[in-house]
């Protein structure tokens, strides 16, 4: 069992940055990439971006492209989603996710974080 633990979370003026970072309890053979996904209240969860772990491959929805990015830290079993120009439509809870492989694909994602709260206010 993989236990990820998201931090980074908290309330933000529109325009502002945020940085979260999801710490892996350990590293494991079969997980490929990393993910992270959003859920706003009353609508879907909603992928957000992948990163591999051996290439920091990175991949980001349309919606935060530009905006987002995201890295990764071998060492630590850590990644890290840099979230900048923040928008009041980027309010929700992020979670981010284990897979065996790289993309949106949720039946991939094969653990996931607590969730950790993103507040954009206007």
């Known amino acids: 069992q993989v236990q990820l633990v998201e931090s980074g979370g908290g309330l933000v003026q529109a325009g502002g940055s945020l940085r979260l970072s999801c710490a892996a309890s350990?590293?494991?053979?079969?997980?490929?990439?990393m993910g992270w996904y959003r859920q706003a209240p009353g609508k879907m969860r909603e992928w957000v971006a992948s990163?591999?772990?051996?290439?920091?491959?990175?991949m980001f929805a349309d919606s935060v492209k530009g905006r987002f990015t995201a890295s990764r830290d071998n060492a630590k079993n850590t990644v890290y989603l840099q979230m900048n120009s923040l928008q009041p439509g980027d309010t929700a809870v992020y979670y981010c996710?284990?897979?065996?492989?790289?993309?949106?694909?949720?039946?991939?994602?094969?653990?996931w974080g607590q969730g950790t709260q993103v507040t954009v206010s206007s």
């Open positions: 350990r590293s494991i053979f079969s997980i490929n990439a």
């Open positions: 990163i591999t772990w051996i290439s920091g491959r990175t």
């Open positions: 996710a284990a897979a065996r492989a790289f993309g949106q694909r949720v039946g991939d994602y094969l653990y």
